[in-house]
């Protein structure tokens, strides 16, 4: 028999993806099982961030993968990239958004539009996860709008002074660098790579989150910072950078919501196989099986989704509306997954020995992050009808 | 140096197997397959090894083309190239019939060290090991729980029973079956899957070996595959509670054999 992706795969997408591919899929799985599964509820529950994963997942190749070899990657098909997002994500959204971080919003960027000197500086130093990085683009004030933001990039003789503050910042008191974007006199937006330990730059964290606990939530405060002009990025101008780094990490959740739909959907199908009521299980009634056909199907749907959504990022013909359909709908379907896992689990659903309300609450951040769930909504809507709605 | 590792593909741990309908093996049909778990053990020891000592990890396996999802995983996972033996004249063999093809094969190889696991989980012979060391007329040394490496011999610990060990050393070349357990195997890294296909896979058949044909002539043959049969009897013991009680004990240590 051909080699089989691990986990639900109703409609033999199997047969649709390389060897390479499925040989991906099998170690980010495998991964996941043996060294998130065991740890991560104690991690969520203590609201901390496990990493230990880190030199690990640099070993395997998550940080950077979807980058050529020559930078420290591992040249990584989108699809393969998809596929290792969804099953870091069928552990914990906070493993997946780390990885997502790193990989779209931190090394694409200085792939995308930094300078020879700055690629050969921070590149394979990420890849190793030696260096943590974070992307400073929503401000307190700033968050569906990022045209508005107020961070400011001053001319300071032959550098930059960044003032401002950022918010929402994962990875963000843990990161050596972050990619922060801030207009200039002229109101265009740059892009800068700003060192940990900069005058002027802290990164205070966020305490009090009920979602994504084992993930660093920072804010980013720019006290009149100096940059050199040799960290600002040469190749971003205007808002079209940091939005083509939304686009590719919206890419990885669309993947990473399967992941955590699947996990939803894995423990309600065994719950409801073992749980007995009235004499025999309860994946015998109707009203269950319902329930479970219905994430099933959804899931199904969700992957055939992405797996065209990576064939076309392949081909380069992918547009970003496409990306905001499978986002908003990836996601959306993961937090049903969730509410309707829990169901079937009863009053066992609540507690953290099942990864339910876990999940549950890592997705209504997701729902929200990287453009809400009403953004894409928009985005789609003016797609189809020429029309913008967004003010 | 040179270490060779052989791998046996065996049905996933967890699979659900059917009998095929001739009772001389499992149905093979929509079954998934993995490397035998000891065999896994002995790859990750010569990865190791390499890491640490430099050289060269060849893969050998032998069976039909699925066997070649073995190999490849190897290679992800660092083995540096793999010999696949193939052919429809070798499809029942017995342990004495695989160590003649394995030993034409790796004399060609020249291994300093060949590593195989301790036994595989379907048959669970653990023979090829031992057979294949005295046909390359090298030493071996079986159920190896450690290894250390130094100035052309090899110091192992080896498992005897009872909880005890012994430590033994040997002058290379040698072959080692590796017991399970002996280290964490790796998983494939995305680099190295990415890296897998450029690797080399040598396809290896009957007429590319120097070696005739009565050599794996199967001198012992499965004769049926059966899950064990369950045979039910009840016993009604009569008598009063003392004699039934006696007799039941009796029945229980001489009869069942449970205590």
Not at chain 1, 223 to 242: C, F, H, Q
Not at chain 1, 317 to 322: I, N, S
Not at chain 2, 20 to 37: G, I, K, T, Y
């Amino acid at each position: 028999m051909s080699r089989q992706l691990r986990g639900p795969d109703y409609l033999a997408l199997s047969d649709l993806l390389t060897e390479e591919e499925i040989l991906i899929q099998h170690t980010a799985h495998d991964f996941v099982t043996a060294e998130v599964l065991p740890i991560i509820t104690k991690h969520f529950r203590d609201g901390t961030f496990p990493a230990t994963l880190v030199p690990q997942m640099a070993q395997l190749g998550f940080l950077g993968s979807a980058l050529p070899p020559e930078v420290g990657g591992a040249g990584l098909s989108a699809v393969g990239y998809g596929l290792v997002s969804q099953e870091l994500e069928r552990g914990d959204s906070a493993i997946r958004s780390f990885v997502s971080v790193q990989n779209s919003l931190v090394m694409f960027p200085i792939f995308t539009f930094g300078s020879e000197d700055q690629k050969e500086r921070w590149l394979k130093p990420l890849a190793r996860g030696e260096v943590i990085g974070c992307f400073g683009l929503t401000e307190p004030d700033v968050g569906s709008n990022p045209a508005a933001m107020q961070t400011r990039a001053r001319r300071d003789g032959d550098g930059w002074v960044l003032s401002g503050a950022k918010m929402w910042i994962t990875n963000g008191s843990i990161a050596d660098i972050a990619i922060v974007w801030a207009k200039d006199e002229e109101d265009t937006v740059r892009g800068f790579i700003v060192e940990r330990g900069s005058p002027g730059f802290s990164a205070p964290d966020m305490t009090g989150k009920l979602s994504l606990r084992a993930s660093v939530t920072s804010e980013l405060l720019l006290d009149e910072v100096p940059v050199a002009e040799s960290s600002r990025l040469p190749g971003a101008a205007g808002l079209g950078g940091p939005l083509n780094c939304l686009t590719e990490a919206r890419y990885g959740i669309a993947w990473g919501a399967i992941g955590a739909a699947v996990a939803c959907y894995e423990a309600a199908l065994e719950y409801a196989g073992e749980r007995t009521q009235f004499g025999r299980p309860i994946s015998g009634f109707q009203l269950t099986q319902e329930k479970l056909v219905w994430m099933l199907t959804e899931i199904t749907k969700a992957q055939l989704l992405v797996l065209q959504l990576g064939r076309l990022k392949e081909q380069g013909k992918l547009r970003f509306q496409q990306v905001s359909l499978a986002k908003r709908n990836n996601v959306w379907m993961a937090r049903v997954c969730a509410r309707l896992a829990r169901e079937i689990h009863g009053a066992n659903g609540i507690m953290d020995e099942y990864p339910l309300m876990r999940h549950m609450m890592n997705l209504e951040s997701v729902y929200t992050y990287e453009g809400t769930h009403e953004m894409h909504t928009l985005i789609l809507g003016e797609d189809i009808t020429g029309q913008p709605a967004f003010t | 140096m040179r270490i060779c590792v052989l791998i046996k593909q065996l049905p996933d741990t967890g699979s659900a197997l059917k009998i095929r309908a001739d009772e001389l093996w499992v149905d093979e049909d929509n079954l998934v397959f993995s490397a035998n778990e000891s065999d896994s053990y002995a790859l990750e020891e010569a990865l190791l090894m390499k890491e640490a000592q430099g050289g060269e990890v060849v893969v050998v396996s032998l069976g039909p083309e699925r066997v070649g999802q073995v190999l490849k995983d190897a290679l992800a996972k660092g083995a540096d190239r793999a010999i696949h033996l193939h052919d429809p004249a070798w499809e029942v063999l017995d342990s004495l019939g695989l160590a003649r093809i394995m030993a034409a094969v790796l004399k060609e190889e020249q291994c300093d060290l060949i590593f195989t696991g301790l036994q595989s989980d379907d048959t669970g012979d653990g023979q090829l090991g031992p057979m294949l060391a005295e046909l390359l007329d090298m030493p071996h040394v079986t159920l190896v729980v450690e290894t250390e490496l130094s100035d052309g011999r090899i110091k192992v610990k080896q498992e005897l029973e009872g909880g005890w060990f012994q430590y033994v050393t040997a002058q290379l070349p040698v072959l080692l079956t590796i017991q399970s357990g002996i280290n964490k195997p790796r998983y494939a890294s995305l680099r190295g899957i990415m890296a897998m296909k450029h690797k080399e896979i040598k396809a290896v058949g009957a007429g590319d070996l120097d070696l005739p044909a009565d050599q794996w002539v199967a001198g012992r043959t499965l004769q049926r595959l059966y899950v064990p049969e369950k045979t039910k009897e009840t016993v009604f013991l009569e008598g009063s509670p003392q004699e039934v009680g006696a007799a039941l004990v009796d029945h229980l240590v001489n009869t069942a054999k449970v205590f």
